[in-house]
């Protein structure tokens, strides 16, 4: 191989390489991770016990899973709601700020209103709003 040759194919490796290192991230931003599989799931806290109706008090937040998927539960006007706690963006977890009614990206800022609007930030769609049901007393979201 010639000096001339070698130097050919390192410079189309290296751009290769820059250009898949730039096009996954495009990639991510543009299809990002879909959130959680049809039907109804119930939803666990973080000391992996179901949440009861009456657990969750007006103005109170908490944290759990549903089928391993991260989501935010709390009461607001006596109503119960569930977003997706994963950002559209890049799949980050986002946190709720119930002072401020407001849901937080930690990775790249993100900001959602307290409906699961994009208000701030490179998220490309609103939070997935889930549906609250009770079934048997428990929490359960479709």
Do not use: W
């Amino acid at each position: 191989m010639t000096r001339r040759g070698f130097f050919e194919k390192f410079v189309a490796t290296l751009f290769g390489a820059s250009g898949l290192a730039f096009l996954a991230p495009a990639l991510a931003y543009l299809y990002p991770n879909k959130n959680f599989a049809s039907g109804s799931r119930e939803f666990v806290d973080v000391n992996d016990k179901p949440l009861s109706a009456g657990e969750i008090k007006e103005g109170e937040q908490r944290t759990g899973l549903v089928q391993g998927s991260p989501v935010i539960l709390f009461r607001r006007n006596g109503e119960l709601s569930a977003f997706s706690a994963v950002c559209t963006h890049l799949g980050c977890t986002v946190a709720y700020f119930p002072e401020d009614e407001v849901f937080e990206c930690p990775c790249h800022g993100g900001e959602y209103d307290i409906d699961g609007n994009v208000t701030s930030g490179p998220p490309p769609r609103p939070l997935a709003k889930l549906k609250v049901k009770i079934e048997n007393g428990k929490v359960v979201l479709a």
